[in-house]
């Protein structure tokens, strides 16, 4: 069965960090480009940040540039978005994606990010 399943969300402080998991099952997803999108609410789900196979190219929402790193392990079959300098308006449902080289998607159920004093 194939899953995406993130881990690391929750309650920070403004300017607090946070290091969000997503672990790939099912399948091996060293050939795919993987993504995090975030969802805040009443708002369309964004891409935040993604990675290539190799982890060598990345690239990131300008939001976030210079506070977000994505990283990954494939040997871990594991993507990582470390968070810096979180601010009110990074709160939001954070999803995994996993981009195949064959052109299916799959999406992780997500995990909550909520920045707030």
């Known amino acids: 069965q194939v899953q995406l399943v993130e881990s690391g969300g929750g309650l920070v402080q403004p300017g607090g960090s946070l290091r969000l998991s997503c672990v790939a099952s099912g399948f091996t997803f060293n050939n795919d480009y993987m993504r995090w999108y975030r969802q805040a609410p009443g708002k369309e789900r964004e891409l935040v940040a993604g990675?290539?196979?190799?982890?060598?190219?990345?690239n990131y929402v300008d939001s976030v540039k210079g506070r977000f790193t994505i990283s990954r392990d494939n040997g871990k079959n594991t993507v990582y978005l470390q968070m810096n300098s979180l601010k009110p308006e990074d709160t939001a449902v954070y999803f995994c994606?996993?981009?195949?080289?064959?052109?299916?998607?799959?999406w992780g159920k997500g995990t909550l990010v909520t920045v707030s004093s």
């Open positions: 994606n996993a981009l195949r080289a064959g052109g299916n998607i799959y």
């Open positions: 990675i290539a196979v190799s982890g060598g190219s990345t």
